[in-house]
């Protein structure tokens, strides 16, 4: 029986091809859970903010914030997300998205979100239907100035950082 002279050769190129288009890729933002309920966080590049707009319909919520005017590269992080139920006032869920986008598997019911960034709250009602996404948009002014909207504490951190340097 003779060898086959090209199988092994090609095995390998397609084997290598295939690892190296794998680690290639990037990775997809972790899932979390709080409170019971799963969301995942990101959009701070280009590529994840596409893959955060293509998995947005087969989650239940879909929440996107962002600053008027801001640039490009400027995404706002550390929002604290705080989710109710609508009519009772109840928090369902509590976490901060490191991220402009942040999707969850929300049950179908009517809620109420409140997104704070540097201590400014913007507040959204959302109502969730069993299979069908649903979407809130969380923009903050441009005009707010969010290095003194924290409060004392935050410009008390932000000069402590400043004399630092």
């Known amino acids: 029986?003779?060898?086959?002279?090209?199988?092994?050769?090609?095995?390998?190129?397609?084997?290598?091809?295939?690892?190296?288009?794998?680690?290639?890729?990037p990775s997809n933002p972790p899932i979390q859970i709080a409170q019971g309920i799963e969301y995942m966080c990101g959009g701070k590049s280009s590529a994840e903010a596409a893959f955060m707009r293509m998995v947005s319909p087969r989650w239940a919520a879909t929440l996107e914030f962002s600053v008027n005017r801001a640039k490009p590269n400027e995404v706002p992080d550390d929002v604290t997300v705080v989710v109710r139920e609508r009519y009772t006032g109840r928090p369902i869920m509590e976490a901060v998205a490191g991220a402009p986008f942040m999707v969850a598997r929300l049950d179908p019911g009517a809620y109420e979100v409140e997104a704070t960034l540097a201590g400014v709250t913007l507040s959204q009602p959302l109502t969730v239907f069993n299979g069908v996404a649903s979407r809130a948009v969380f923009v903050w002014p441009s005009n707010v100035d969010f290095a003194n909207a924290g409060g004392p504490h935050r410009a008390e951190q932000q000069a402590a950082a400043r004399t630092s340097d």
């Open 1 to 25: 029986m003779k060898p086959n002279r090209i199988g092994w050769p090609l095995a390998a190129w397609v084997f290598l091809g295939a690892w190296t288009s794998a680690q290639a890729l």
